[in-house]
């Protein structure tokens, strides 16, 4: 990297090490609670190895969900230490501008921000759907669950497809595109597809539903604006089989979107969730860069821990305050591509406030 100074690629690499460790120590724990608590369902047909296979499943996703905490708590630990052992007064005195070092910083975050984009733009939202479908096969033998095939199950005497199994709702199990399909003696007799549907209880309730008769004499079509059938699933069974907003990579919501909008459905949830998606490097590099003043102040060290734990305090308020915009914008149909800029635009702005102040 030959626009890299010496100061900065000792900058660079330092940051960097200090923020894979945090990560990867971030991906044991979380890694280790969740397979603890896979191990209580552990079953005949549920055993250890399988266990272990579905928590390396889910490790792709669970790293890019960690990554903004190891990229906040990471570069805050690489700086506070090198002001500490006093080596950014060095830096300084070889002509180099405070503002100026915190350059390779934010170099550092951002190389390894592709790697955690990588994780769950292409592996994440890949293998999380191939986990959740392997745990559910061993325990239950009903389900298959991919992007292509959608769900497949039985429900009663009939099979049940879902071509877009991500649920609607918070804790609702909404769905679109559902086909049930009977079959007497071996022979397809009858073929009901609705564009929404929800299950409630012991029921589905469908929504523009098109029912093919296709045993007797002569082939019926029916239509209904709503219909109510029997189901033997549980709505619990649903919800944590279906695939959520947050899973999914950028080209899958952009295509349920769309899907929900030509069918005339809410689309905000995941339209927030693409957005959140598509803003995800933005909001990694401005906790990073609004926390960063808090620690450089090279003051005396027994004010150090106490910066520390404000810029990590600030960076986890700046954290839940993309949360609340999030169901903010959920609860008044707000436009997400606006309103989720709200945070990083304010953390920007802040953030040049203190750089003017501290630095």
């Known amino acids: 990297m030959p626009w890299l100074t010496r100061f900065d690629r000792y900058l660079l690499a330092h940051v960097v090490r200090q923020v894979l460790l945090v990560w990867m120590l971030l991906l044991l724990v979380f890694s280790s609670l969740q397979l603890i608590g896979e191990l209580r369902d552990m079953r005949a047909e549920y055993q250890l190895l399988a266990v272990f296979w579905h928590s390396l499943l889910t490790m792709a996703y669970r790293a890019y969900m960690l990554f903004p905490f190891a990229a906040l708590a990471g570069a805050l630990l690489a700086v506070s230490r090198l002001v500490a052992q006093q080596e950014l007064t060095v830096m300084r005195a070889a002509g180099s501008p405070r503002q100026r070092l915190m350059l390779p910083v934010l170099q550092a975050v951002a190389l390894l921000l592709v790697v955690a984009v990588m994780a769950g733009e292409l592996a994440g939202s890949w293998l999380e759907p191939k986990a959740r479908d392997f745990r559910v096969q061993r325990i239950t033998g009903l389900v298959s669950l991919s992007y292509t095939g959608g769900l497949w199950l039985r429900d009663g005497e009939a099979i049940l497809h879902i071509g877009w199994p991500a649920v609607s709702g918070q804790a609702e199990a909404d769905f679109s595109d559902i086909n049930f399909y009977l079959q007497r003696a071996g022979k397809l007799c009858q073929w009901t597809h609705a564009e929404h549907g929800n299950h409630q209880a012991s029921s589905w309730h469908l929504q523009r539903v098109t029912v093919h008769e296709l045993c007797g004499r002569d082939v019926s079509i029916s239509q209904h604006a709503e219909l109510q059938i029997p189901s033997q699933l549980s709505t619990d069974l649903l919800l944590n089989m279906a695939l959520r907003p947050s899973l999914l990579a950028i080209a899958d919501l952009h295509a349920y979107v769309q899907f929900l909008q030509r069918s005339g459905l809410d689309t905000s949830r995941y339209r927030i969730a693409m957005f959140q998606r598509i803003y995800y490097p933005l909001t990694v590099l401005t906790l990073v860069w609004l926390a960063l003043p808090l620690v450089l102040d090279g003051g005396r060290s027994q004010n150090r821990g106490r910066q520390m734990l404000l810029a990590m305090a600030t960076g986890i308020?700046?954290?839940?305050?993309?949360?609340?915009?999030?169901?903010?914008?959920?609860?008044?149909?707000?436009?997400?591509?606006?309103?989720?800029?709200?945070?990083?635009?304010?953390?920007?702005?802040?953030?040049?406030?203190?750089?003017?102040?501290?630095?």
């Open 317 to 359: 308020l700046l954290y839940i305050g993309y949360e609340m915009v999030e169901s903010v914008t959920s609860v008044y149909k707000l436009n997400p591509a606006v309103t989720i800029l709200v945070p990083a635009l304010l953390s920007l702005v802040t953030a040049r406030w203190l750089y003017r102040r501290e630095l």
